[in-house]
């Protein structure tokens, strides 16, 4: 899962326990940084963790279209390969994707099983 650390922690937390229900398709794992890192040390471990997905969720909140971190996992994901889908974090709200991330969608229980599942 990739999103905006400085904005939208919370959107994580969110998706994790939505990954917890007794009908869900699909799992998360969580790798993210629990603290800061150097730049080479974390490009290093969010490419290993990407390369070990098989799908990465996108969270869009206000500002991820420019969070650095975000681009640079979205621009790792298309490297490797991997699949990405971006799903907006919050109901209210004017968002826009993520540049090379592809179609964004509404978050709903239906959308996430269609294209996490």
Known sequence: ??????????????????????????NVIDHSLKEAAPERSWKDKARSAIK???????MVGPKTHRAPGVLAEVAMAREEGIPIVQVIGYKNGDYVAVPNAGRLYRWNWENLKNLLG
């Open 1 to 26: 899962m990739s999103f905006d650390f400085d904005e939208d922690r919370v959107l994580k937390d969110f998706i994790i326990q939505q990954a917890k229900n007794p009908d869900s398709p699909f």
């Open 52 to 58: 070990r997905s098989d799908i990465v969720l996108v």
